[in-house]
Nanobody
């Protein structure tokens, strides 16, 4: 089992930027694809972005494409989400997640069932 701890959330004005981090421990981080999900108040949890275990392929939800960037540093067991041009509709709790299976090739799969481990979440509030 992998443990995931997110950080970097906070309050930001619309148009601003935040960088979320997710530190992983407990198993071989570098062989698992990673993702970011979010859950806005009163809404279901939704997919935001994913990255392969190699870090070479990324995939984004249409709502964040061109504004958010997912990346990873396998030497630091950390995955990041750079969020630019933030909008009020980006307000949510953001969760880091690890694929349930190592070397999973379905990076373009946005179904939440692909993930087997979750962090506790970090709050992002965008004021308009």
């Amino acid at each position: 089992q992998v443990q995931l701890v997110e950080s970097g959330g906070g309050l930001v004005q619309a148009g601003g930027s935040l960088r979320l981090s997710c530190a992983a421990s407990g198993r071989a981080f570098s062989i698992y694809g990673m993702g970011w999900l979010r859950q806005a108040p009163g809404k279901e949890r939704e997919f935001v972005a994913a990255i392969t275990w190699t870090g070479t392929i990324t995939y984004y939800a249409d709502a964040v494409k061109g504004r958010f960037t997912i990346s990873r540093d396998n030497a630091k067991n950390t995955v990041y989400l750079q969020m630019n041009s933030l909008k009020s509709e980006d307000t949510a709790v953001y969760y880091c997640a690890a694929d349930a299976r190592p070397f999973y090739s379905g990076v373009y799969n946005n179904r939440l069932e692909r993930f087997g481990s979750w962090g506790q979440g970090t709050n992002v509030t965008v004021s308009s």
